[in-house]
């Protein structure tokens, strides 16, 4: 049976945490869509453009991601306009799990055939966060260890003001 699934973030920037469930999902679904939500409200470093871009290349390899897409909306109306019925998340600590029941109860109160698939991360990636990875970098520390290469690369050039 075909699932489709849809794996909302802001990913600014991608990381090896969410290329770990990434990885984990693209083994089960055969029709994954990363939606990026444009998140005004973090203040992101990346333009919405910039991360289309480092999460496009970041996960290329996967033949069952088949669409990146961004949204300015809530998450329901963009699960329900893509026709899909089931969200992955990511769960690191019993915080992120309390967080994630209340989304939970609200998204399912606004659509109801809506139903989340969690997922733990692996214990090397329990711990990374897109704002640690750039508050790292800015004080020129490393964070190879917790972001693809070209994601690497584009947080040392946005904080030499280089486009990337
Ligand atoms: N491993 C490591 N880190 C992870 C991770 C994993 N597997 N999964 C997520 N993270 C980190 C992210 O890097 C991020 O770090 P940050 O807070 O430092 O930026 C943090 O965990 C949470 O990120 P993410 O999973 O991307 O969620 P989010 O909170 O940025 O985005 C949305 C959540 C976009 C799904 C949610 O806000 C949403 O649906 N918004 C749309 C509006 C809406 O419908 N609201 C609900 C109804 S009111």
Redo the contacts with the bound molecule.
Sequence with gaps: MKIKVIY?????PI?L??L??INKITKIFDFIVIAI?E?TK?KPLFSIKERIKLTKTATKKFKTIKKVITFN????QIAKSENINYII??I?TSLDFEYELN?FN??KKMYPKLENISFF?SPK??Y?????VKEIVRYGGSVKSYVPKSVHLALIKKYRNIPI
């Design positions: 909302p973030g802001t990913f600014d990381t945490g969410h770990d469930i939500f998140n973090k909306s809530l998450l329901v998340r990511g690191r989304m609200i998204n991360p990636c329990s990374i966060s897109s704002s640690l």
